[in-house]
């Protein structure tokens, strides 16, 4: 009971709204149909960056944890890596680990399952 949304909005309060390129957020589909995303409906926002780095570790990650989002991903195409944000607090994410290609990635949400790093980067 898992909804992948692309590139749709998630209400971040204050009249905000970011449109991630990847949050899974809980229950199907059809429940988004009539509404925006909230926090509490989301447990994972990727973020695909090359020259937006900055901003989405910066920007995007402090507002990712204050809004109480548990995951945030970034994949680093400049980097080729994977960056996990975890542990949410008001001043940002506590937990961040880096991740190389070879590596994989447990899902937190998801039990365990795991996510092979290689298969988030575009090939060379």
Same mark, same amino acid.
């Given at each position: 009971?898992?909804?992948?949304?692309?590139?749709?909005?998630?209400?971040?309060?204050?009249?905000?709204?970011?449109?991630?390129?990847?949050?899974?957020?809980?229950?199907?589909?059809?429940?988004?149909?009539?509404?925006?995303?909230?926090?509490?409906?989301?447990?994972?926002?990727?973020?695909?960056?090359? %020259? %937006?780095?900055? %901003?989405?570790?910066?920007?995007?990650? @402090?507002?990712?944890?204050?809004?109480?989002?548990?995951?945030?991903?970034?994949?680093?195409?400049?980097?080729?890596?994977?960056?996990?944000?975890?542990?949410?607090?008001?001043?940002?994410?506590?937990?961040? %680990?880096?991740?190389?290609?070879?590596?994989?990635?447990?899902?937190?949400?998801?039990?365990?399952? @795991?996510?092979?790093?290689?298969?988030? @980067?575009? @090939?060379?």
């Amino acid at each position: 009971d898992w909804s992948v949304r692309e590139e749709k909005a998630l209400a971040l309060g204050d009249r905000r709204e970011r449109y991630p390129d990847v949050a899974v957020a809980r229950g199907g589909d059809a429940e988004y149909d009539d509404r925006i995303a909230e926090p509490a409906d989301v447990v994972l926002v990727i973020e695909v960056s090359d %020259t %937006t780095l900055a %901003t989405d570790r910066d920007v995007k990650g @402090l507002e990712y944890a204050v809004a109480g989002i548990p995951e945030y991903w970034i994949v680093n195409l400049t980097d080729r890596s994977l960056e996990v944000y975890r542990e949410p607090t008001p001043s940002g994410y506590g937990l961040r %680990t880096i991740f190389a290609p070879g590596d994989q990635v447990p899902v937190e949400f998801a039990g365990s399952a @795991l996510v092979a790093v290689a298969d988030l @980067l575009p @090939l060379h």
